[in-house]
């Protein structure tokens, strides 16, 4: 996928988005559009008791999104590499596991009047890992109120995005194992990726990082 430029890293919490979001945009010679994440006055209240707190944080998110990638419109913007670390879409992965039923329904009767206006990426590179590995990280890297996550909700989380990325998906798919490697400590591993970006024909393929070389699956 030569003509790829705008690339979209997502998957769920602590699996590494941002920091392979920030990396592919320098090695692309591009710009890192990232999530405002600390914008939303509802996050730490979320965590803190999810059915409570579910609805304001998703929309607050969803209209934060909506800026962010309101601002991406302009033709000139993808002269060069645009590397995210959000989709616009990603709220209906939490919003199915976060939401009451009605609160999905209006989520949801927002998010279609709004999805329209955002641009929809060349190419999703959709990081996955096993619910252990992602609770090992978020306990060694995540933010504090992020720690000692439920288990339970962020198994549910993880089928939720498998769901949206592998049955439900609107753009083509680069689906990515993080179970063994960090990519911004293993370049080689890391410049497999590159390569498996760029040769990446449409539809959903998937990328395998091995020790010493990466191969297409």
Same mark, same amino acid.
């Given at each position: 996928?030569?003509?790829? &430029? /705008?690339?979209? %890293?997502?998957?769920? %919490?602590?699996? =590494?988005?941002?920091?392979?979001?920030?990396?592919?945009?320098?090695?692309?010679?591009?710009?890192? $559009?990232?999530?405002?994440?600390?914008?939303?006055?509802?996050?730490?209240?979320? @965590?803190? #008791?999810?059915?409570?707190?579910?609805?304001?944080?998703?929309?607050?998110?969803?209209?934060?999104? @909506?800026?962010?990638?309101?601002?991406?419109?302009?033709?000139?913007?993808?002269?060069? +590499?645009?590397?995210? #670390?959000?989709?616009?879409?990603? =709220?209906?992965?939490?919003?199915?596991?976060?939401?009451?039923?009605?609160?999905?329904?209006? +989520?949801?009767?927002?998010?279609?009047?709004?999805?329209? &206006? !955002?641009?929809?990426?060349?190419? $999703?590179? +959709?990081?996955?890992?096993?619910?252990?590995?992602?609770?090992?990280?978020?306990?060694?890297?995540?933010?504090?109120?992020?720690?000692?996550?439920?288990?339970?909700?962020?198994?549910?989380? !993880? #089928?939720? /995005?498998?769901?949206?990325?592998?049955? #439900?998906?609107?753009?083509?798919?680069?689906? $990515?194992?993080?179970?063994? $490697?960090?990519?911004?400590?293993?370049? *080689?591993?890391?410049?497999?990726? !590159?390569?498996?970006?760029?040769?990446?024909?449409?539809? *959903?393929? =998937? @990328?395998?990082?091995?020790?010493?070389?990466?191969?297409? *699956?």
């Amino acid at each position: 996928m030569k003509s790829a &430029r /705008y690339l979209v %890293v997502e998957g769920p %919490v602590g699996v =590494g988005k941002t920091s392979l979001a920030r990396k592919l945009a320098s090695r692309l010679e591009g710009r890192a $559009v990232l999530e405002e994440t600390g914008e939303n006055p509802f996050l730490k209240l979320f @965590y803190r #008791d999810r059915e409570k707190y579910g609805f304001q944080a998703q929309i607050s998110f969803l209209l934060a999104r @909506y800026v962010q990638q309101s601002r991406l419109i302009h033709p000139d913007l993808f002269s060069s +590499y645009l590397v995210s #670390d959000f989709l616009f879409g990603r =709220g209906m992965v939490f919003a199915r596991v976060s939401l009451e039923p009605e609160e999905l329904a209006l +989520y949801q009767r927002l998010m279609d009047q709004l999805n329209p &206006r !955002v641009p929809s990426p060349d190419l $999703v590179i +959709y990081l996955q890992a096993s619910t252990g590995v992602l609770l090992d990280r978020i306990n060694r890297f995540g933010r504090n109120f992020e720690r000692d996550m439920d288990r339970t909700w962020l198994e549910e989380l !993880v #089928d939720s /995005y498998n769901s949206w990325f592998l049955r #439900d998906r609107q753009y083509p798919v680069l689906v $990515v194992n993080t179970d063994s $490697v960090d990519f911004c400590e293993d370049e *080689i591993a890391f410049e497999g990726l !590159v390569e498996a970006i760029a040769a990446h024909s449409g539809g *959903i393929q =998937g @990328y395998n990082p091995m020790p010493r070389k990466g191969m297409l *699956i």
